[in-house]
């Protein structure tokens, strides 16, 4: 059969590899381009490394379900009583970790109410809540789990976030963010935090949007699937998308930027949200194009292989910025 | 709008990631759940434990690449006959042909038509039988996955913590995710059989 590696290399082998790429790229933080690309490579080499990775990335990314344990709520009972019976070593952790770290008021947070979560540029993080609701951070995006058992409550400090959320009536769950309040109706939405306001995007189901300030002159508006709306203290637009227009919008989701028609400055400021390498396009004539494409995320060099290959234009790297003129 | 030049652009690099997106979805999500019975059967036949991990690994392999094409639903009796021609083409090579092997992998198609437990259910589930695997994992491994995945300490917190030298608690980390997935996928940690 096609596809079978001729080199023989024990399953262990590869899996001991595939571990070390997963840790370097979702934990270790500073994950790189060129370690994306040898990433790459070594993927490309055999299938069977790419089903090692898979297997071994879903499994770890199952594990950040244990963050559950540190603001699992008091009403889901049998677990809740399991979670103690079980974790009496958490507790010896906890306290092992207080003494070494010195402080004697050390309060282990895992009945707490307030979880921070965040991605550095180009990072893209998973995070399942005890209820079996996701959220989904995108690229340097900051944000705070507060539950309780009747509230659930996540603050955007800042980037963007993708919410699949198992609604609960008596607990809703609420996104705050730069004045603005988006209630979950029973739903998946996308909230990004963009400056002087907030973009909303609704999947599946429906959303509440408002401003947190009561005072405002401002209805709430309710926003079904395909909507979008943008707001700001002082404006407020709804526009209804196109279910690939709505793919495109969550593209990051897979490692993808999608464009359709989308001229080179609005491409070059996606992916400079992405990367730290920054993609600067000076050229007005250049600025006038568009482009229809895929790409990944993080790969700063996809874009310029394409504008120097397909658009014919001149690409130059300086320091930590890439140039593309005429 | 309408005076701009307009450049369509669709890289084959670009629709090759997207189709391996779509594998790997499919491969974690109706693949992988099969690992505990998969694994059970290629066992049989006294194979010892590196083998057995071959054998997997093989399989996923062959799986994998026989479903770039598109992906059957449910996977369940795919990747059963596939793991049958796997273990008949070994057989063979082996020129040891015990019968009950090829046999028995009739008893394990009986399962093949399991509906899907209710999400809710899963979602309750999957912390329980995330604890159970953290129970199962030797003591230095738990503490370095507790605190990297329950407390979220970063591997230089941990190491400062410690004691221990950052590339050590990144090996400790590394050994965890290896024993985690093979807990996950392998044991019984209170799933509908």
């Given at each position: 059969m096609?596809?079978?590696p ?16 997963i ?7 500073d994950w790189?381009e ?5 990433l790459?490579?070594?993927l490309d080499e055999s299938?069977s ?16 379900r ?21 974790f009496?070593f958490v507790?010896?952790?906890a306290?092992?970790?207080a003494?070494?770290?010195?402080t004697?008021?050390?309060?282990y947070?895992w009945r707490?109410?307030d ?5 550095n540029?180009g ?8 209820d079996g609701s996701?959220v989904?951070?995108?690229?340097d995006?900051?944000?705070r789990?507060?539950?309780d058992?009747?509230?659930?409550t ?10 699949q959320?198992r609604h609960d009536?008596?607990?809703p769950?609420?996104?705050?963010a ?14 990004r ?6 973009k909303v995007?609704v ?12 005072s ?5 508006i309710?926003?079904?699937?395909g909507?979008?709306?943008?707001s ?13 227009e ?11 930027l ?10 070059a400021?996606?992916?400079n949200r ?19 494409a895929t ?17 014919g234009l001149h690409?130059e ?9 005429r | ?8 652009f ?16 499919w491969?974690v999500?109706e693949?992988l759940p099969?690992e505990?019975?998969l694994v059970?059967f290629?066992?049989?036949g006294g194979?010892g434990?590196?083998?057995v991990?071959?054998?997997r ?6 799986v994998?690449?026989?479903?770039r094409e598109?992906f ?5 009796p795919?990747?059963f ?5 796997l273990?008949?083409?070994r057989?063979?090579?082996e020129?040891?042909?015990p ?11 009986i399962a093949?038509?399991?509906p899907?437990p209710d ?5 309750r589930?999957?912390?329980?039988r995330?604890?159970?695997a ?8 738990r503490?370095?996955?507790?605190m ?7 591997i230089?917190?941990i ?5 221990l030298?950052e590339?050590?608690v990144?090996?400790h980390?590394?050994e ?7 807990i996950?996928y392998?044991?019984?940690l209170?799933r509908?059989?």
């Open positions: 096609s596809g079978v001729e080199v023989y290399m024990s399953a262990d082998e590869i899996d001991a590899r595939a571990s070390e790429f840790l370097r790229q979702h934990d270790v933080g790189n060129s370690d994306q690309q040898s790459d490579t070594w299938l490394h790419r089903t090692s990775y898979w297997r071994l990335e879903a499994a770890w990314l199952r594990a950040d244990l963050d559950a344990l540190k603001h699992l709520p008091a009403d889901t009972g049998e677990v809740v009583s399991n979670r103690r019976r079980r009496g507790v010896a952790a306290v092992l970790v003494a070494l770290a010195g004697a008021a050390f309060n947070p707490g109410t979880v921070a979560y965040a991605t540029v990072g893209h993080r998973t995070i399942l809540l005890a996701r989904e951070l995108n690229t995006t900051d944000l789990i507060e539950t058992a009747t509230h659930r996540v603050r955007l400090v800042k980037g963007e976030a993708f919410f959320i009536a008596a607990r769950f609420v996104v705050l730069n004045g603005h309040r988006v209630t979950d109706l029973g739903t998946e939405f996308l909230v935090e963009n400056g002087d306001g907030v995007a999947v599946e189901g429906r959303a509440r949007l408002e401003y947190t300030d009561e405002k002159e401002h209805q709430a309710v926003l079904s699937p909507e979008e709306a943008v700001t203290r002082n404006a407020l637009s709804v526009t209804k998308k196109t279910v690939t709505s793919e495109s919008e969550l593209g990051w989701r897979h490692g993808m999608m464009f359709h028609h989308t001229a080179l400055p609005d491409v400021a996606e992916y992405y990367n730290r390498t920054k993609i600067v396009i000076a050229d007005p004539q250049v600025a006038a194009l568009t482009i229809s790409l990944p995320t993080t790969d700063v060099g996809a874009f310029a292989r394409m504008a120097q290959n397909f658009l690409v790297k300086e320091g930590d910025e890439v140039l593309i003129s | 709008m309408a005076d701009r030049p307009r450049i369509e669709e890289g084959a690099p670009a629709s090759e990631t997207v189709r391996l997106e779509r594998l790997k979805a491969f999500e693949v099969l505990s019975v059970q290629l066992s049989r194979r434990k590196a083998e991990e071959d054998l690994q093989e399989l996923y392999t062959k994998c690449a026989a479903a598109g059957p639903h449910p996977a369940r795919f990747v006959t596939v793991a049958r021609n273990l008949i083409d057989l063979r090579h020129q040891i042909v019968f009950d092997t090829v046999e028995n992998l009739e008893d394990l198609n093949i038509d399991e899907a999400r809710v259910v899963i979602a589930q999957e912390l329980r995330l604890q159970l953290l129970d199962k994992l030797p003591e230095r491994l503490n370095a996955l507790v990297r995945k329950v407390e979220g300490l970063s230089r917190e190491a400062q913590r410690t004691g030298a590339k050590t990144e090996k980390l590394t965890a995710m290896r024993a985690l997935a093979h996950l392998r044991e019984n209170g509908p059989a």
